[in-house]
Every structure is written in C-alpha cells, then in structure tokens.
C-alpha cells in the first residue's frame, strides 16, 4: 500500500506522548494506527528531535534504548517534508503550534491531530481540519 492509498496526519508531540504512555485511549489508538500503518505520520526533522526531546525527558523516566527504537520505528513510517513557511502574522498567531500548521500545509493540507481544538485560516484563507485524538478516530470511522 502506498503513501497515496492511506491518511497523511501530523500528530502533535502531546498525542504521541500521550499515545506512548497510553494515558489516553484515543492517543493510544492513534499510534496503533500509525503502527499497523492505517495512517502515516508527516513531520520534519524538527518535530521528529521535540518527539524524542519529550520522550526522553527525565520526568517520564523512559529507558533510552526504548525511545531510540521507538522512534527508529516511527521515524520509518514517516513522510518527511520541509515546512513551507506562514507569514510573521501568522507566526505570531500560531505561537508554538506554528510548526505543526506549516507541515499541514506542505503537506497538502492534511489533518492535524492535537490535544486541543485551535483552528487555524490563514492570511490566503487556508483551512487545516484539526481533530482531537478521538474526533479523528470518530471522523474517519475507525
């Protein structure tokens, strides 16, 4: 099956966490899907460093070898891009969540899966779906 025939997403780095800790089901279901390779992850080299940064956080108390074959794992499934970068308005809108939106849009526009719901039309009236973990999962019928 190729890139084509599945669901490109960009998952925030809290949804991932959330996945890899199974604190949230939907979170959880969401890896599942990127695992059985329903859907595949998009990022950057920049969001795939915050997925590992956060995973190897001393709060979590993760063993190293796990996140680096974690993410050695993970990293294969997804299509990398460069971002295409927003205008300094939207930047500024954006705030930290301005590098998920510009893998969105370099993306095609692909769904953005984040905690919390924050819709994004840009300067060009460009609209990124948002879902939350289980409003994706819901939407797609999963």
Same mark, same amino acid.
């Given at each position: 099956?190729?890139? !084509?025939?599945?669901?490109?997403?960009?998952?925030? !780095?809290?949804?991932?966490?959330?996945?890899?800790?199974?604190?949230?089901?939907?979170?959880?279901?969401?890896?599942?899907l990127v695992l059985?390779?329903?859907?595949?992850?998009?990022?950057?080299?920049?969001?795939? !460093?915050?997925?590992?940064?956060?995973?190897?956080?001393?709060?979590?108390?993760?063993?190293?070898?796990?996140?680096?074959?974690?993410?050695?794992?993970?990293?294969?499934?997804?299509?990398?891009?460069?971002?295409?970068?927003?205008?300094?308005?939207?930047?500024?809108?954006?705030?930290?969540?301005?590098?998920?939106?510009?893998?969105?849009?370099?993306?095609?526009?692909?769904?953005?899966?984040?905690?919390?719901?924050?819709?994004?039309?840009?300067?060009?009236?460009?609209?990124?779906?948002?879902?939350?973990?289980?409003?994706?999962?819901?939407?797609?019928?999963?």
């Amino acid at each position: 099956m190729s890139y !084509s025939d599945k669901q490109g997403v960009v998952i925030h !780095s809290q949804v991932l966490l959330e996945g890899v800790l199974s604190t949230r089901e939907s979170s959880c279901e969401i890896l599942n899907l990127v695992l059985d390779r329903v859907i595949y992850p998009v990022a950057d080299r920049c969001l795939l !460093s915050l997925y590992m940064y956060n995973l190897l956080s001393p709060l979590l108390s993760m063993k190293p070898i796990f996140v680096k074959d974690f993410m050695k794992k993970f990293s294969s499934l997804c299509e990398l891009v460069s971002p295409t970068p927003l205008s300094q308005k939207n930047r500024e809108y954006l705030g930290d969540q301005y590098v998920y939106y510009s893998i969105s849009i370099s993306a095609g526009k692909i769904p953005l899966i984040s905690p919390r719901l924050h819709y994004f039309l840009g300067d060009h009236k460009i609209h990124i779906p948002v879902f939350t973990p289980g409003g994706y999962i819901k939407d797609q019928g999963y």
